[in-house]
């Protein structure tokens, strides 16, 4: 008798998330991918903002009309949000008004 061998394969995956007016479309709100994939959240935006990656401590900067990318390979698996970062009068940043995206990473 022969024994099956299970085989995960590391999946490239991209994402393209659209804000407008400092938000996602409900239906992108959530990503969700396998620990091992490679990942690519290109994002577009109507208006200049700074997005961060908790978990991962990615940081971008999206500028009207461009594309910025936030690529990363998924080791850490859980949720982690993408919040807008805005500048404090303290000279550091606060979040938005919560997260655009969740990035699910499932074992």
């Known amino acids: 008798m022969v024994g099956w061998l299970t085989v995960a394969c590391a999946a490239d995956l991209t ?3 659209k804000i407008v007016a400092g938000k996602l479309p409900e239906a992108m709100r959530l990503v969700r991918v396998k620990r091992g ?3 690519k959240l290109r994002w577009t935006s109507d208006r200049p903002t700074v ?5 991962y401590d990615i940081e971008c900067r999206v500028e009207p009309g461009a594309v ?8 850490a698996t859980g949720r982690f949000p993408v919040e807008e970062h805005k ?13 655009l995206v969740h990035v699910e990473v499932l074992p």
């Open 15 to 17: 994402f393209d998330l």
């Open 37 to 39: 994939d490679t990942v």
């Open 51 to 55: 997005l961060h990656l908790h978990g």
């Open 68 to 75: 910025a990318e936030m690529s990363f390979v998924a080791r």
């Open 87 to 99: 500048p404090d009068a303290k000279g550091g940043h606060s979040h938005g008004d919560g997260a």
